[in-house]
């Protein structure tokens, strides 16, 4: 079965402080990996996906996330956050036909 | 395109009573996914249709939730004889696939409160 794990669950930055949020998924075969993300009041949006080449894919709004086969990572990055990135960030893996969330990691940017 | 629109957007019913819920998907996306989500964790995958087809439900999904995807468009999620436990967002979301799963894209999900 596969499975999601975010190892932070609260984060609080300052502005213009560099983010990482882990993220480690179960699952023996070929996975296509996603970021969502949750603005307070609004609905799941997809920030960026992975699904074949090259491991380090952008996202909107400056994000980005490698994905590291052998550590069954896909961390999310962004070298510089802004106050408007206050969310709650869901990772999510697919190998078969569904998709499978994390339980969400919630940021919170100090202006 | 307007995007998943799920109806009612909030629903507060006494323990007991049966709701449904209502999402209309993505014009032309064959898949149709129903998850569930309370505070403070993520979305967890109730069931899933591919086009009219239910091929997958989680044992989240207890006798007393049923769904349904009659034409392969939009589809309900009914919930019967409600319990305080039932209290959360349900979410809808489709996407395009032909084997390997497509981009899902989410609507703004239904609250629902039993009280």
């Known amino acids: 079965a596969q499975s999601v794990s975010q190892h932070n669950h609260h984060v609080i930055l300052s502005e213009a402080a560099s983010l990482e949020l882990g993220c480690n998924y179960s699952y023996g075969g070929t996975v296509n990996l996603f970021w969502y993300v949750q603005y307070p009041g609004q609905h799941l949006q997809l920030l960026l996906k992975?699904?074949?080449?090259?491991?380090l894919v952008k996202g909107i709004k400056g994000f980005e996330a490698e994905f590291i086969k052998s550590k069954f990572s896909f961390n999310l990055r962004k070298p510089s956050v802004q106050w408007s990135d206050t969310a709650e960030y869901f990772c999510?893996?697919?190998?078969?036909?569904?998709?499978?969330f994390g339980k969400g990691t919630r940021l919170h940017i100090l202006p | 395109d307007t995007g998943v629109s799920q109806n009612p957007r909030h629903k507060i019913t006494k323990r007991g009573q049966n709701v449904t819920f209502r999402c209309d998907p993505i014009?032309?996306?064959?898949?149709l996914y129903w998850y569930r989500q309370t505070l403070g964790q993520g979305p967890e995958f109730l069931t899933y249709?591919?086009?009219?087809?239910?091929?997958?439900k989680s044992r989240l999904l207890s006798d007393r939730f049923s769904a349904e995807r009659p034409k392969g468009s939009f589809s309900t999620l009914e919930i019967q004889r409600t319990e305080q436990g039932d209290s959360a967002m349900y979410l809808c979301?489709?996407?395009?696939?032909?084997?390997?799963?497509?981009?899902?894209?989410f609507g703004e999900g239904s609250w629902l409160t039993v009280v």
């Open positions: 014009s032309e996306h064959n898949r």
């Open positions: 979301a489709s996407s395009f696939s032909t084997g390997k799963i497509g981009t899902i894209y």
């Open positions: 992975y699904f074949s080449g090259d491991p």
């Open positions: 999510a893996v697919n190998g078969n036909d569904k998709i499978i």
């Open positions: 249709f591919q086009n009219e087809a239910q091929l997958e």
